[in-house]
Nanobody
Framework: QVQLVESGGALVEPGGSLTLSCVASRKIFSENHMAWFRQTPGKERELVARISPYGGTTHADSVKGRFTISRDNARNTVYLQMTALTPEDTAIYYC????????WGQGTQVTVSS
């Protein structure tokens, strides 16, 4: 049973923007904090941003001022708006509930390159 579906990843030039989307099952989304994570080969998955059920947000220092997490509770969807992208943002991006994740989805690949 698919519970988390991420989309929106793409190849983008440095300085560009993308918006990622994650549709979650209602069981996962409802009344849970949700978060975006990212992972590159050989590195641990890192927390990028998280959002409470009521919209309170926290962003990692590395993305603060450039990325914005948001959620649409009616659509069981969490978004990650990314601006001023750099090659260091290249990764597979995943969403999940926070702080205790459930099974991970496939993720969506973001590649920042000229």
């Amino acid at each position: 049973q698919v519970q988390l579906v991420e989309s929106g990843g793409a190849l983008v030039e440095p300085g560009g923007s993308l918006t990622l989307s994650c549709v979650a099952s209602r069981k996962i989304f409802s009344e849970n904090h949700m978060a975006w994570f990212r992972q590159t080969p050989g590195k641990e998955r890192e927390l990028v941003a998280r959002i409470s059920p009521y919209g309170g947000t926290t962003h990692a220092d590395s993305v603060k001022g450039r990325f914005t997490i948001s959620r649409d509770n009616a659509r069981n969807t969490v978004y990650l708006q990314m601006t001023a992208l750099t090659p260091e943002d290249t990764a597979i991006y995943y969403c999940n509930k926070f702080p205790i994740p459930t099974n991970w989805g496939q993720g969506t690949q973001v590649t920042v390159s000229s």
